[in-house]
């Protein structure tokens, strides 16, 4: 197996994976209202590909900003189930993290649950509002953020 940029070869596969793994209402997410219209950041779209061609995992990540501060929206990450339980999406996650800040993003967040992304370093952002309806235990953020605060919004530049 190895952990590759994803191709235009890949996006069928992704795309499934992320209906299989998320539900079909995915798109209903509020994080997907930061991601209408706006183009992920390739260098942080990844996939698990295995010897045979076939994707286990999948990573994406989208730039936004709150106010005028930017930062990378990290997901959806997603392990096929048949894959789970092998560290995938850790290793996916990991990738991302050690690489945001030297391609200059000192912020990253995502929507999910603290106790399963504590361990990668993500807490809880008080003052950081994603579009509703969205639980704000469930922001956690990565990195620069003293004194960040603010609505997210899709960053188009």
């Known amino acids: 197996m190895e ?11 992704i795309e499934t994976l992320y209906d299989l793994t998320f539900a079909p ?7 997907y209202r930061l991601r209408d219209d706006v ?9 698990v590909r295995y010897d045979d061609g ?14 005028d501060h930017p930062a990378l929206l990290l997901g959806p990450v997603a392990v096929h189930p048949t894959r789970q339980g092998e560290g995938l999406g850790s290793l996916m996650i990991r990738d991302v993290l050690q690489r945001a800040e030297p391609a200059g993003w000192t912020r990253v967040l995502l929507v999910g649950d ?8 993500f807490a809880r952002l008080n003052g950081v509002v994603m ?8 922001v956690l953020g990565y990195g620069a953020w003293a004194g960040i605060r603010g609505r997210a919004r899709k960053s188009l530049d």
């Open 131 to 138: 579009p509703p309806p969205t639980n704000p235990d469930r």
């Open 114 to 121: 603290a106790p399963y992304y504590e361990r990668f370093g």
């Open 54 to 67: 076939t994707i286990g995992g999948a990573i994406r990540c989208w730039p936004i900003k709150i106010e």
């Open 25 to 31: 209402g995915r798109m209903a997410l509020s994080s």
């Open 3 to 13: 952990l590759a940029d994803e191709t235009l070869d890949d996006l069928w596969a």
């Open 39 to 47: 183009p992920p950041v390739p260098d942080f779209c990844r996939v």
